[in-house]
């Protein structure tokens, strides 16, 4: 794919609301070892799959599984489902399962394969520094520090 058909790609993978259309840009710059493209046209793909409302912590949280689910997908050709995170939201909410994650004395396997992937503000822990009125202090520093160990900038917080 020429330069300027991989900028007129962008321009139209940045529009896209269709997670049909989105899925299949992917694919074809796969093909044509497009991956900017197709890794643009995943991150648009992921922003669009939740039902939650643009800007919401659920909405955030469902980016996050859709990528990490997306990319297992991708790279095992075959459908994967977070077989543990997916339950335990559906018992304990999404608050609550990401405290979990996130006060885990290591990081999930989850956490290491979006930054490997250039997806860390996809991470739980960056979802959780998003909506700072959802966690309690102890959890914030856990994940800012987390992130930090990882080599990951974090914005300060305000008090």
């Known amino acids: 794919m020429a330069s300027t058909a991989a900028e007129k790609a962008l321009l139209i993978i940045e529009k896209c609301g269709d997670a049909s259309k989105l899925r299949q840009m992917a694919v074809n710059a796969r093909e044509r070892g ?3 493209v197709a890794h643009a046209a995943d991150l648009r793909l992921y922003d669009v799959l939740p039902s939650e409302k643009p800007g919401t912590f ?14 297992l997908t991708n790279e095992r050709v075959k459908t ?32 290491f394969m979006l930054l490997e992937r ?8 960056a979802v959780a520094l998003r909506h700072p ?27």
Do not use: Q
């Not at 659920?58 to 990319?71: F, M, N, P, Q, Y």
């Not at 335990?88 to 994650?101: F, N, P, Q, S, Y």
């Not at 930090?148 to 305000?158: L, V």
């Open 34 to 36: 497009e991956i900017s």
């Open 58 to 71: 659920e909405h955030d949280v469902w980016r996050s599984i859709h990528a990490l689910e997306g990319t």
């Open 80 to 111: 994967t489902r977070l077989g543990r995170t997916r339950p335990k939201i559906a018992r304990i909410g999404e608050v609550e399962t990401l405290k979990d994650l996130i006060m885990r004395k290591e990081p999930s396997e989850g956490f």
């Open 118 to 125: 250039e997806m860390a503000d996809l991470t739980f822990e």
């Open 133 to 159: 009125d959802r966690f309690d202090t102890a959890v914030l520093d856990a994940a800012e520090e987390r992130l930090r160990s990882a080599g990951i900038e974090t914005k300060p917080r305000t008090p």
